[in-house]
């Protein structure tokens, strides 16, 4: 195969975002918009890949440095039109000889298939591939003038279409493929737009005719091409993803009961034949084992689920959370940096961060793990079968050693050894009839009062 590399545009202010965060920053599905092009770009095989970013655009530079490598970066200053912005790359890819994909840092769902698709068009010998689709409302997007045997003779932008090439509804996705030297030296040969005063990517597929060579042109859904430019349109592609995502879970065999009401992020794994009650929001980084049951109103993140367990309703898993086979965290239960062993339970109302619960340890109702001090976290470990009574607070660092049992409502600041009991709280004192005596005597102390 070609060797493959990819230029992805996000030079534009995007300020119909009114945001201080540049716009390929702004996540969908939990993921930087940028990082999905990134991803497609990976997808396909893309060993080089190179990100034209504005001068101003720190941020973007940042980012792209932490996950490319600062070679990935290409500045284009001032930013004049998308043909400039490739050429911006054109340093950046010295020495590459493979085809190119110019794809767009606000343009996070077109598929690895169509992108293969338009790549193979090149192997085919075709000059340059387009990523069309139909509009449902062409608006200001560029036209595709396709010629009768289905190649590409030009784009024409909104602006400068006639009022015959207005009338097109196959509309340029702005998607572009080309061989790196071919495609760098028509770029070259691309004249400023009078009109914008920008020099327009789309006049390659003129120029690749002009020196007789063909264009291709493959049509993709609508939906795939969306790009986003303000908020509106941000949390139409959020709702456009989670759509996805839930369809492709039920499709691998998850049950959702409501899934219009369940969220996910881009990296949620789970497994068939797991049970998805409503109003549960995956954040990043969980994986759900086979037979699991997520019930009503739970909120997970950075978490692991095995077999048979149960989550919720109303359960927080936070990062760090190993919940382990047929494992209980019932309601108002949150569960951070812990590792439950299998068939643990903490049923009610507890905190559980920084630790570790042995396989079928009891978590009575409204244990907290004491894990911080104001400065620093410490660790609380259980042995394996005790049994926590309810309201208790165990002050870490401190360890419950196995089958041992903690007296409802103690404070453990000291360990507890295997098999023993631990209470901590104050003695129970009982006085036979104070209570009874008590009444009698301040009743009459009443009634004295209302007759003086
Ligand atoms: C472009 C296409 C148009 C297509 C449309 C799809 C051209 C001339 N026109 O329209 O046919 O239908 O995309 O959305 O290519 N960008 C830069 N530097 C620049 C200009 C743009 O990085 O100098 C980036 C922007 O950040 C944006 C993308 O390129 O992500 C597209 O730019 P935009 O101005 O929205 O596209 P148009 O030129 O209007
Ligand atoms: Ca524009």
């Not at 590399?5 to 202010?13: C, D, N, P, R, S």
């Not at 509309?171 to 061989?179: F, I, L, T, Y």
């Amino acid at each position: 195969m070609t060797a493959r590399a990819a230029v992805i545009l996000a030079a534009g202010q995007g300020t119909r975002m009114k945001s201080d965060l540049p716009k390929v920053l702004h996540q969908v599905g939990g993921r930087p918009m940028l990082d999905w092009s990134i991803a497609l770009a990976e997808s396909v095989g893309c060993d080089r890949i190179v990100v034209v970013c504005s001068a101003n655009g720190h941020a973007v530079h940042k980012h792209v440095e932490a996950t490319l490598g600062a070679g990935a970066i290409a500045i284009q200053d001032p930013p004049m039109g998308t043909g400039h912005a490739v050429r911006c790359a054109e340093q950046a890819l010295e020495g590459f000889e493979g085809h190119v994909a110019v794809l767009y840092g606000d343009t996070p769902f077109i598929s690895q298939g169509d992108l293969e698709t338009l790549l193979d068009c090149l192997e085919a010998g075709h000059a340059v591939g387009v990523l069309g689709f139909e509009a449902e409302q062409p608006g200001a997007y560029g036209r595709l003038i396709a010629s009768p045997e289905g190649g590409l003779e030009a784009i024409v932008e909104a602006r400068d279409a006639t009022a015959e090439q207005i009338e097109i509804n196959l509309c340029n996705s702005g998607v572009m493929v080309g061989a790196a030297s071919d495609m760098f030296s028509m770029l070259s040969r691309v004249k400023r737009n009078e009109l914008k005063q920008e020099y327009y990517l789309t006049d390659l597929v003129e120029i690749a005719r002009t020196d007789d060579k063909t264009c291709a042109l493959h049509v993709c859904p609508e939906q795939d091409v969306l790009g986003v430019n303000s908020r509106l349109e941000l949390s139409r592609a959020e709702s456009i993803f989670q759509a996805k995502k839930r369809d492709e879970m039920m499709l691998k065999g998850v049950t959702l009961t409501a899934p219009e009401t369940v969220f996910f992020s881009h990296d949620t794994t789970i497994e068939p034949d797991v049970i998805i009650e409503p109003n549960v929001v995956f954040g990043l980084g969980v994986t759900v084992q086979s037979g699991a049951n997520v019930r009503a109103f739970s909120h997970l993140e950075g978490a692991t689920v095995a077999s048979g367990a149960v989550i919720g309703p109303f359960a927080r898993l936070r990062p760090g959370a190993k919940i382990g086979e047929d494992c209980r965290v019932g309601n108002f239960v949150e569960v951070k940096n812990t590792v439950m062993e299998t068939g643990a339970k903490a049923n009610h109302l507890s905190y559980l961060g920084d630790g570790e619960v042995g396989a079928g340890a009891n978590i009575g109702a409204g244990t907290i793990f004491c894990n911080y001090d104001g400065f620093l976290k410490y660790r609380t470990k259980i042995g394996q079968g005790a049994f926590i009574g309810s309201n208790s607070a165990l002050v870490a660092p401190v360890e419950i050693g196995d089958g041992a049992m903690v007296g409802s409502g103690s404070v453990i600041t000291k360990n507890v050894e295997a098999g023993a009991l631990a209470v901590a709280r104050g003695t129970l004192v009982s006085k036979s009839g104070w209570a009874t005596r008590f009444r009698d005597k301040m009743a009459a102390i009443k009634a004295a009062k209302k007759q003086g």
